[in-house]
């Protein structure tokens, strides 16, 4: 979809430009570390620079491993993973991850990356060993990338990342086809989506379809719990007011 793309593309914008500034001097780690001072997605504004070489730890504080690489598909515009060494914490010698950029925040505190994933899901990850090269080009390879970020909870970029359904048939449903091309929409769905991603909601919460036209928000999809269903609406009405939320979601 267009408007997905020009969002990605603006994101990888700060990864491009050290390759168009050459005569530049190297940044210093000192600066590096002053440029790490939020907490944010890791593809909001980043350079290749900052990223590589930065620690990894989880939800317990221990450390997985580091940042090795990136694996960046520059015909879509599209960041497929963030290459992690991961073999010392999985107990797998020289192994690296590759993990969506949805799954790392940076932490001040940590002063590197974390992530929510578990053990288990890091095993799950797609591996390979530090000599090898895979060829992220080839559509297997990126789209067992892609299935596992969905299988963890889903894209922050992605307007909607749900199946079609009988509902969406309905030619008066509003589906993600209807999702508005005003900067101003699509940066609401964006930043609504990486919230709710970034949450403790379960995997059908962080899937809802979460749709943006002409200032107003359309939620459909299901969700586990009335708790869950309250969760999601307070996260929604941080980035829109609540006159202007369609709420549609469904209790399981």
Do not use: C
Not at 11 to 26: D, H, N, V
Request: glycine letters at 6%; a negative charge.
């Amino acid at each position: 979809m267009k408007t997905t793309h020009r969002t990605l593309w603006i994101s990888l914008i700060p990864l491009l430009s050290p390759m168009t500034a050459s005569a530049e001097p190297e940044a210093k780690p000192d600066k590096v570390t002053n440029h790490l001072t939020a907490a944010k997605p890791i593809g909001s504004a980043w350079r290749a620079s900052e990223v590589i070489g930065t620690s990894v730890k989880n939800a317990n504080d221990e450390t997985i491993g580091e940042v090795k690489d990136l694996a960046i598909d520059f015909k879509n515009g599209e960041i497929l993973a963030v290459i992690v060494s991961s073999g010392g914490f999985l107990g797998i010698a020289d192994t690296l991850s590759s993990l969506p950029t949805s799954a790392l925040r940076y932490d001040v505190d940590a002063k590197g990356f974390k992530t929510k994933l578990t053990k288990e899901q890091l095993q799950k990850a797609p591996q390979h060993k530090s000599g090898e090269n895979p060829d992220y080009s080839d559509a297997t390879v990126s789209q067992k990338l892609r299935d596992y970020r969905n299988a963890i909870g889903g894209d922050v970029t992605a307007e909607d990342n749900t199946a079609k359904n009988e509902v969406d048939s309905d030619g008066k449903t509003t589906t993600p086809i209807d999702q508005g091309n005003s900067e101003a929409d699509i940066d609401t769905t964006k930043n609504i989506r990486s919230s709710v991603v970034d949450s403790d909601l379960s995997f059908n919460a962080k899937n809802i379809k979460i749709i943006t036209k002409d200032g107003k928000v359309t939620l459909r999809g299901v969700v586990d719990s009335a708790a869950e269903h309250e969760s999601v609406l307070k996260l929604v009405y941080r980035h829109v007011n609540e006159k202007h939320v369609d709420d549609s979601l469904t209790v399981k």
